[in-house]
């Protein structure tokens, strides 16, 4: 198969030949292939680039006629077909694809046979599950489950260990407790089985850490992998779309001869198609043709927008053909998904062929047809010729308020916002009733454009017509009346909203909550949470992470401490009442078998609460205690006085909140470490190395490490990563690589984490190795860790910015072995050349591309517009703006702030504020870099009380200073003899809990230096000493 040309590393040359067999017969397959579609052109560049799109274009424009023709023709029917299925693509929903998310769920089988249970003799463990289950999750009276379980004295074996896991499937940090207590107990030893059930449960946690753990400890004790085994291993990472990985997996199980199953092909083709890797999944949908395994007429949906996307036409026409054949879809819904697929991947052309195909097979070309294509024309930002088919349409009577919704859909793309409301407004002039998504849509664009009112009259006019709401168009509206700060309407709308059966969802309250964060609401902020658990609603991490930090920068404390509290009982909500079955058909607390479900009536224990080992009003009693004092000795007195009972959970979680206490969490680290009954684990230690690393305290992060061994606790490659990012990020890469060199001697394999801080530290400006980045980067590919996008643009901008552009190319042929798409990969490249200042050679690149060189220009836009700006050929960027939008393609945020960043460059404030304003006018939202550009802009210009305005609006509504914010303002604020201002801004970063560098200290105090502020200067010096003692513990 041609994926393995991606792991050419791993694989035998046995397994080469049978790749070339694949390949010869992959081109076979596609020869066969080429008439059944015109598109399939052989891609020659002329010497005349405007002739050939003028061809091109009048090619279109026949084609598009022809089509127009056939539509007006008497023989076409415009009625429905009986198939009814919508084809609703263009215009996002909160609930997405329903029937694909349920085909999904149906085929992500879970794989763990509860069949099995029972089969090891007639012995009931049902009520022994329930006692171990009542102690591993209850933790009664603060004593721990490890304790307790010994005291029981129960008789444990694989059974029982196997389905009081799968009880402890939604608290994995309590399984994993007790499946390393149990592997500790004399007689016990795992099996496959429990292994099996614990790798399940670490990888729908997503800690892939454990799971390479667990794995190398199934063949440290000989534990064989079965079948199940490698099947949930590729289930977890492809589902993370750790795409290099998983293929690994794969071919690992193919190596020893365990044949993968139809579960197996079906999610390996989902995963593929997901991550947009067609030409492998065409080579697996081949195999499962070949072995007979049926797909679902959802995968198929999949892999057909995944070709058509890809491009190959050919491929995308015959899976069509076989959902036919093989499946026996009808022939017009198979023909009507292609065509679906065609205008989602913007193939209009291909999609106009399709339809002239169908009408020379004498097909029905009903409205869903033309409904379709009307969606694809406008998604292409083809409106004009979407408008021609629409007359056709009202000829023949065949338009309604769904086919205006999809025009005015289109207009709404192009942000052509007059042409939207016009035909908005003659749609109901000719009796037409608007769409619930079309007066969703007009709502949510009025409200972009601070239009309340129009809005509003929008909102009523919908009651009013009796035109039925749904969550979206709730949420727009909830979401409008609290940004114009009318919060007791928005809480009126919600209301009457759940008096007529519609309930807010999670999506629903987190917009909720970010708008009343913009508008500072922060008692609102609370009652909206208040709300969300009452109508038991999971409270998520990103509200919680988006939350937390706006209120303690508001220094709302006591609200801050309700936000926790509210958060700690949604989690053990969640966990009230549910017992998750892993079995065979993937359907969680539905699959259950009468065996289970007689446990559940006769386990009331799992009704109730399950604690975690700690709860949140312990960590703010400690934090509140480390915020009482600098005094360690003091500290230390009040902690004695606490009757805590410290887990190595909350010690771990204490640690990660430590805040700017970097110095006494490291104390309370070494004096918590010596209390009765408690002991540190690699955790708890990894967090302190990483704590006393971050406060460049090497010396102490070198004492942990040396402790660590001296006790025998295990050293982990996390630990390794740890202390090699540390030294990296400090400048120090001589260190890093010897950590490096020291970690693979002791046996540690490395894991991606360690690969990519080490590559990172190598690229980076101090301590730079570009050599060994090199090695580094390549050695991770080959052991098939795949890098992130992050990596790779740090990656590529280091070599371009040191001119080897040859070893940059290399690269890239690596990275699209090991599965990155050519668009991709390429577009990061230019990207990064282009940051590198060179633009030529970026431009160049583009032209050579080819076939992909539409779908690369849409990746590069931005990259290629700021790189023109610095090299000051403002109007050639100025044209490629034009020339994107022309295509449909708006300007992003990179775009717009690139531009922004050239004219005050140019000292045309005007333009930039012009273009800042046409930004938000068009919806798109400015992020802390847009705002930084406009604080530079503004005191490069002189114009000191902009730039404070901008800032202190940014502080009010957000999004909030970053650390690079402040260090650029403060570097501004010296440049122009304000130091004493920005000593203000090294005060307020602290009080923000963001710590200044040691550039920041330096830049004031060598300003009021200038400034001839000497006194001041020195209580510069006093901060910095002070914030050092306050982080280091060996000070």
């Not at 149906?106 to 007639?122: P, S």
């Not at 390479?212 to 492809?238: A, F, Q, R």
């Not at 007429?297 to 491009?311: F, N, T, V």
């Not at 004493?980 to 040691?998: T, Y």
């Amino acid at each position: 198969m041609r994926y393995l040309f991606k792991l050419r590393p791993l694989i035998s040359n046995s397994a080469n030949d049978l790749l070339h067999f694949h390949l010869s017969k992959l081109q076979s397959f596609c020869l066969q292939l080429h008439s059944k579609s015109s598109k399939l052109h052989n891609p020659k560049k002329t010497e005349n680039t405007h002739t050939k799109n003028e061809s091109e274009t009048n090619s279109f424009a026949s084609l598009f006629n022809e089509i127009a023709g056939i539509l007006g023709t008497e023989e076409t029917h415009l009625g429905y077909s009986e198939i009814k299925e919508e084809h609703s693509y263009s215009v996002p929903s909160v609930c997405g694809n329903a029937t694909e998310g349920m085909d999904m769920e149906k085929e992500n089988t879970l794989v763990l046979e509860d069949t099995q249970l029972g089969n090891l003799g007639d012995l009931d463990v049902s009520p022994l599950v329930h006692k171990v289950t009542q102690i591993v999750r209850g933790e009664n009276g603060g004593v721990p489950l490890e304790e307790q379980l010994g005291n029981a004295g129960f008789e444990i074996d694989e059974e029982v260990v196997e389905k009081v896991l799968k009880r402890c499937f939604k608290v994995p940090c309590l399984a994993r407790r007790f499946f390393n207590w149990v592997k500790m107990k004399n007689g016990f030893r795992h099996t496959t089985r429990t292994y099996n059930t614990m790798i399940y449960i670490a990888g729908e946690a997503k800690e892939f850490r454990l799971v390479e753990e667990l794995v190398e400890e199934m063949e440290k004790n000989s534990c064989p992998k079965d079948c199940k085994t490698w099947t949930i291993l590729i289930l977890h990472y492809g589902n993370a779309k750790m795409i290099g990985k998983t293929l690994w997996i794969y071919e690992k199980m193919r190596e020893i001869n365990l044949e993968p199953d139809a579960v197996v092909y079906k999610h390996m083709l989902r995963v593929l198609c997901n991550a947009g890797k067609a030409e492998i999944a065409l080579e697996f949908y081949k195999e499962m043709v070949r072995k007979e395994i049926v797909l679902n007429a959802g995968l198929y949906k999949l892999l057909l927008k995944s070709l058509a996307q890809s491009g190959d036409i050919a491929a995308a026409y015959v899976a069509a053909e076989d959902m036919t054949k093989i499946c026996e879809i009808p022939e017009h819904h198979a023909y009507a998904c292609l065509l679906k697929s065609f205008c989602i991947a913007g193939r209009i052309r291909e999609a106009l062929e399709l339809i002239r195909d169908l009408k020379h097979k004498n097909m029905t070309l009903d409205a869903e047809i033309f409904e379709t294509l009307l969606k694809g024309l406008c998604r292409a930002n083809r409106t004009t010729d979407a408008l021609e088919i629409v007359d056709i349409m009202k000829s023949r009577d065949s338009v309604d308020g769904k086919i205006y919704g999809i025009i005015i859909n289109g207009f709404l793309r192009r942000n052509d916002f007059s042409k939207a409301f016009d035909l908005f407004q003659s749609m109901k002039d000719y009796g037409h009733t608007p769409t619930t998504s079309t007066y969703t849509e007009l709502m949510q664009h009025l409200f972009r454009m601070n239009e309340f009112e129009k809005a509003d009259e929008i909102y009523h006019e919908m009651l009013e017509k009796g035109v039925p709401l749904d969550i979206v168009a709730v949420t727009a509206i909830v979401a409008g009346h609290i940004r114009q700060n009318c919060i007791s309407e928005a809480w009126e709308v919600l209301k009457s909203m759940e008096e007529n059966g519609i309930r807010a969802n999670q999506k629903s309250y987190s917009v909720f909550v970010k708008e009343l964060c913009k508008v500072s609401q922060t008692e609102e902020i609370v009652k909206v949470l208040n709300k969300m658990q009452d109508s038991n609603i999971i409270i998520p991490n990103d509200i919680s992470h988006l939350v937390r930090p706006y209120l303690e920068k508001k220094g709302e404390m006591e609200k801050l401490e309700k936000v926790k509290q509210r958060q700690g009982a949604s989690k053990l909500h969640l966990q009230e009442g549910k017992t998750y079955c892993i079995g065979i058909t993937g359907n969680r607390s539905k699959s259950l078998n009468s065996d289970q479900i007689e446990e559940r009536k006769k386990d009331p224990h799992l009704l109730k609460s399950f604690p975690s080992s700690y709860s949140d009003h312990d960590i703010q009693r400690i934090r509140q205690i480390f915020s009482s004092s600098e005094n360690w000795c003091s500290i230390q007195e009040a902690l004695e006085k606490c009757d805590i009972k410290y887990t190595p959970e909350l010690v771990s979680e204490i640690l990660h909140n430590c805040g700017p206490y970097s110095h006494v969490a490291l104390h309370f680290f070494s004096w918590v470490g010596k209390q009765a009954g408690y002991n540190h684990t690699t955790d708890t230690y990894n967090m302190a190395i990483k704590i006393s690393g971050r406060s460049k305290d090497f010396k102490h992060m070198r004492s942990l490490f040396h402790e660590m061994r001296r006790i025998g606790c295990t050293i982990t490659s996390d630990t390794w990563t740890i202390i090699l990012m540390q030294y990296g990020r400090a400048g120090l890469t001589d260190i890093a690589l010897k950590i490096f060199r020291e970690m693979k001697t002791s046996g540690c394999k490395p894991n991606g984490s360690t690969y990519k801080y080490l590559v990172v530290s190598l690229c980076e400006g101090k301590g730079r190795k570009v050599e060994e980045a090199i090695t580094a980067f390549h050695e991770m590919i080959r052991l098939g860790f795949s890098p992130d996008k992050g990596l790779i643009e740090i990656f590529l901008h280091c070599l371009c910015g040191v001119g080897k552009l040859l070893d940059a190319r290399r690269s890239l042929e690596l990275l699209k072995k090991a599965g990155f798409t050519s668009p991709l990969t390429y577009s990061m490249y230019v990207r990064a050349l282009c940051r590198a200042g060179r633009l030529e050679e970026a431009l160049a690149l583009v032209d050579e591309v080819g076939s992909d060189q539409n779908t690369l220009a849409q990746y590069t836009y931005g990259s290629l517009v700021h790189g023109l700006l610095r090299m000051e050929r403002s109007e050639d960027a100025l044209a490629k703006v034009e020339s994107m939008r022309q295509i449909g393609i708006n300007p992003t945020v990179h775009v717009y702030t690139s531009l922004i960043v050239h004219f005050f460059k140019e000292k045309r404030i005007d333009k930039a504020v012009e273009i800042f304003e046409k930004m938000k006018e068009e919806g798109c939202e400015p992020t802390i870099v847009t705002y930084s550009a406009l604080i530079r802009g503004y005191m490069n210009c002189g114009k000191l009380v902009d730039a404070w305005n901008v800032f202190r609006d940014i502080k009010l509504n957000g999004p909030f200073p970053d650390f690079r914010t402040y260090s650029m303002f403060i570097s501004c604020l010296c440049k122009v003899g304000k130091s004493e201002e920005a000593l203000q801004l090294i005060s307020e970063m602290l009080d923000r809990g963001i710590v200044p560098s040691a550039i920041n200290f330096r830049t004031v105090f060598f300003g009021l230096n200038r400034e001839g502020k000497r006194n001041i200067a020195h209580t510069v010096l006093q901060k910095k000493w002070d914030l050092s003692k306050r982080r280091k513990f060996s000070m």
